[in-house]
């Protein structure tokens, strides 16, 4: 079966770096995207962007450029998300999905709550 | 401020009949498959709809969407007590080149 299983939480300084592990099993790692997506504590989903894992090719949301890089390591089917010059605003869970075949997020890791606190 | 927009709670008793709303505009709706999300507190949101109508393997055929122009909806018949979640709507905005999602709706089963 599908799996999507995340790093364990942090908590970071303002201004410090994190980066989130999202290990896959259970179907061919380089067949579909995997999309980053945070949600904020009460609130709504926000999508940061993706990374298709078989030529390493990324795209994000215009919000995060200059701060956060998608990569992945096909050896060991796991993708990652770092995100830089952390803010108290980032404070959020991160998740990882992998995109179905018209855009739909299929399967998902089961967060990492990110907190950013002095 | 989310992009699309959904009404923030919906109630009704077991059984009944519940439809969530999910508006947006040209850019994104225009052309774009429709997908829904469940999600229960303190855990990852899960796939519910896909493709405007489409559900995945496993989901119960009380849950139903559909898309007209810029709107789409959500439909759970029967409900339960177990459907209590937050609900989702999400598709993809052609103009800004991203994914954008509803502020989501608290659905409760009075």
């Known amino acids: 079966q599908v799996q999507l299983v995340q790093s364990g939480a942090e908590v970071k300084k303002p201004g410090a770096s994190v980066r989130v592990s999202c290990k896959t099993s259970?179907?061919?790692?380089?067949?579909?995207?995997i999309n980053w997506v945070r949600q904020a504590p009460g609130q709504g989903l926000e999508w940061m962007g993706w990374v298709h894992p078989n030529v390493g090719k990324t795209g994000f949301a215009q919000k995060f450029q200059g701060r956060v890089t998608f990569t992945r390591d096909t050896s060991i089917t796991t993708a990652y998300m770092e995100l830089t010059s952390l803010r108290f605003e980032d404070t959020a869970i991160y998740y990882c999905a992998r995109g179905g075949l018209s855009g739909e997020f299929d399967f998902w890791g089961q967060g990492t709550l990110v907190t950013v606190s002095s | 401020q989310s992009v699309l927009t959904q009404p923030p709670s919906v109630s009704a008793a077991p059984g009944q009949r519940v439809t969530i709303s999910c508006s947006g505009n040209?850019?994104?709706?225009?052309?774009?498959?429709v997908s829904w999300y469940q999600q229960f507190p303190g855990t990852a949101p899960k796939l519910l709809i896909y493709?405007?109508?489409k559900r995945p393997s496993g989901i119960a055929d009380r849950f139903s969407g559909s898309k007209s122009g810029t709107s789409a909806t959500l439909d759970i018949t029967g409900l339960q007590a177990g459907d209590e979640a937050d609900y989702f709507c999400?598709?993809?905005?052609?103009?800004?080149?991203?994914?954008?999602f509803g502020g989501g709706t608290k659905l409760t089963v009075l």
């Open positions: 493709d405007n109508s």
């Open positions: 999400g598709t993809w905005d052609s103009r800004r080149n991203v994914k954008v």
């Open positions: 259970g179907y061919t790692f380089t067949t579909s995207d």
């Open positions: 040209t850019s994104n709706f225009g052309s774009n498959f």
